[in-house]
C-alpha cells in the first residue's frame, strides 16, 4: 500500500502530558563496596519526546501538521522540551509554563539495553481552576481549524474532568473527532469523545468487568460505549493483538510478528496513527490495521522513538494483512466516494484471470493518473458468462489476492454484474482508465465520470500479452 499517497497533511491538535524520556546507557560490572547494589557507569545519554509529546513527533512522522497543547515546567527540561518541539515543526502556541517540574523519567541502559532502573521527577497535582481556564481560553477561536483532536492521558495532572470535558465540548460544536488514550478509572471526563483507546488493565478498571478473553473485552468495550457515549472502544492486548468495539460490530486484529525488544512508546504510535489515518477519513478498519503495523514496528526498536511513514508502508507492503485489507466490502464501496472527497480517485477494470506484464505496466500507469487507483474486478460468475464456462482459471479469491499485492493498487472491489456501471456509480472516479483496444464511446461508466468533471484515459496495451495468449499457449 502507498500509504504515503493516503495520508496527506492534515491538522491534527495534540493534548496531554508531555515527559522527557532520558536514557543513560552504560554498564553493569560490579557491586558498590558501600551496599549490595550494582554500580552502573554511564558512557552515553541522549532525550527524546515522551507521552504526549511522543504522540506528536509520531504525528511529524507520518506526515501530519501538529499543534500541541500541554503543561510544562519553567526549567531546563521544560525548554529542552520546547526546543525539541520547535525542531521538529510542531506548534508550540497552545504551551503553558507553570510552577510544576517538567516530567523526567530517566531509564538507566546496560549491556544489550537491558533496562537496570528507571528514575522519575514529576509533580501530578491537578491543574488549577485559573490554568484551566487560560488553556480553554486559549483554543477559543482556533479550535474549528483542526482536522482532529488527539488526548494522551498520563494522569500527571493536565487532564481534569473540567478540562477534558470542556475541549471536547467545543470539539463537537464544530463536528471534530476526538480520540483519547486513556488512563483514569474515573471515566466520566472521558464522555462524548469519538474513540477511547485502554490497554487490558485500564479497560478493566474503566469498566468494572474482567476483560481475560475476546467475549469478555467486547462486552466490557460495550458497556463504556453505554456509559460514555462513544462511537468506538479500541483495546490493545499486548501480544494479542487489538480488539475494535463499536455499538454494532466488532474487528479483531492479530499483533504483528515482530521481535519485541521495548513496549515503551508502542501505545503513542498506535494513537498517532491511528489519528493521521482518521484525520485522512481512511475507514476505521483499515486505520486501526495501519497502526497496529506502527506498533510492531515500534516495539522492535529500543526505547522511546518515532516510526516513520515508509517503515510503516514497507511493512504494508511485505505482510499479508497489508494485502487483504485493500479488499473493499460492500459498506466500505458505499462510503468510499464521501471518505476520499479530497483524493484523485483512479478506476479500471478487468477480470485479470492470468496476470501478466502487459496487466502490470498497464495498471502502473493507471496509478500513476491520480492519488488512489481502484480495481473494479469481474466475479467468477460475471467472468463465465463474459468469457465462457472455462472461465475464469483462477477465482475471484487468487485473482483478488494478487491483484492487492501489487504495490501501484491501492484498493480492489469484486462486482457481480456482467459491467461494473454500477459499481463506478458508487465509487464516483475522477479519471476512468481502460485499454487502448476500446473506442471511447465502447467505455462503460464514461457518462458518470465525465458528469463530474472527470476525464477518461486510454492506455495502450503490451503487445501480444494476453491470458487468452498463454491459454493457448499452454494448449499447443
Not at 128 to 139: T, V
Not at 180 to 199: E, F, Q, R, S, T
Not at 224 to 234: A, G, Q, S, T, W
Request: aromatic residues 6%.
Amino acid at each position: 500500500m502507498k500509504l504515503e499517497r493516503l495520508l496527506k497533511r492534515k491538522k491534527i491538535l495534540v493534548i496531554g502530558d508531555v515527559m522527557l524520556d532520558m536514557y543513560y546507557s552504560g554498564d553493569v560490572k560490579r557491586i558498590s563496596p558501600e551496599a549490595p547494589v550494582p554500580v552502573f557507569r554511564k558512557k552515553a545519554e541522549r532525550f527524546v519526546l515522551g507521552g504526549a509529546a511522543n504522540v506528536a513527533s509520531n504525528l511529524i512522522a507520518a506526515g501530519q501538521t501538529v499543534s500541541i497543547l500541554t503543561i510544562i515546567g519553567d526549567d531546563e527540561y521544560g525548554q529542552i522540551l520546547l526546543d525539541r518541539f520547535l525542531d521538529q515543526g510542531i506548534d508550540t502556541s497552545f504551551v503553558l509554563k507553570t510552577e510544576r517540574s517538567t516530567t523526567v523519567k530517566t531509564r538507566f541502559l546496560a549491556g544489550n539495553n537491558q533496562q537496570v532502573m528507571r528514575l522519575d521527577v514529576e509533580d501530578t497535582y491537578d491543574l488549577s481552576a485559573q490554568e484551566c481556564r487560560k488553556l480553554l481560553d486559549g483554543i477559543e477561536g482556533h479550535i474549528g481549524r483542526y482536522d482532529l483532536i488527539v488526548f494522551s492521558d498520563y494522569l500527571k495532572g493536565l487532564m481534569t474532568f473540567d478540562f477534558t470535558q470542556g475541549v471536547i465540548e467545543r470539539a463537537r460544536q464544530y463536528g471534530i473527532k476526538a480520540i483519547i488514550d486513556v488512563k483514569d478509572k474515573n471515566y466520566g471526563k472521558y464522555k462524548g469523545a469519538y474513540l477511547l483507546k485502554p490497554n487490558l488493565t485500564e479497560l478493566r478498571a474503566l469498566s468494572g468487568l474482567p476483560a481475560d478473553n475476546d467475549q469478555e473485552i467486547i462486552l466490557a468495550s460495550r458497556k463504556i460505549l453505554h456509559d460514555c457515549e462513544n462511537e468506538y472502544v479500541l483495546t490493545t492486548c499486548g501480544a494479542r493483538g487489538m480488539i475494535l468495539t463499536g455499538k454494532e460490530r466488532e474487528y479483531t486484529v492479530d499483533s504483528v510478528g515482530q521481535e519485541v525488544f521495548d513496549v515503551t512508546g508502542a501505545g503513542d504510535t498506535t494513537i498517532a496513527y491511528l489519528a493521521a489515518c482518521m484525520a485522512n477519513e481512511i475507514d476505521i478498519q483499515k486505520s486501526v490495521e495501519i497502526s497496529n503495523y506502527a506498533a510492531g514496528i515500534q516495539v522492535s526498536k529500543v526505547g522511546t522513538s518515532a516510526v516513520g511513514l515508509h517503515e510503516v508502508s514497507e511493512a504494508l507492503s511485505s505482510g499479508k494483512q497489508g494485502v487483504i485489507h485493500k479488499l473493499l466490502s460492500l459498506e466500505e464501496i458505499s462510503e468510499f466516494r464521501t471518505r476520499h472527497e479530497d483524493k484523485k480517485l483512479v478506476f479500471t477494470n478487468g477480470c485479470f484471470d492470468i496476470l501478466h506484464i502487459g496487466h502490470i505496466r498497464y495498471l502502473e500507469e493507471a496509478s500513476r493518473l491520480g492519488d488512489i487507483l481502484v480495481i473494479g474486478l469481474n466475479s467468477d460468475g460475471s467472468v463465465k458468462r463474459l468469457k465462457g464456462t472455462g472461465r475464469p482459471i483462477n477465482p475471484e479469491s487468487d485473482r483478488a489476492e494478487l491483484l492487492c499485492a501489487l504495490e501501484c493498487v491501492d484498493y480492489v472491489a469484486v462486482f457481480e454484474e456482467d459491467t461494473p456501471y454500477e459499481l463506478i456509480r458508487e465509487i464516483q472516479p475522477d479519471v476512468l482508465v481502460k485499454g487502448g483496444d476500446y473506442k471511447s464511446d465502447e467505455v462503460v461508466g464514461k457518462d458518470i465520470v465525465e458528469a463530474r468533471g472527470g476525464e477518461l484515459h486510454l492506455i495502450q496495451f503490451v503487445e501480444g500479452k494476453s491470458t487468452t495468449n498463454i491459454i493457448n499457449k499452454l494448449k499447443d
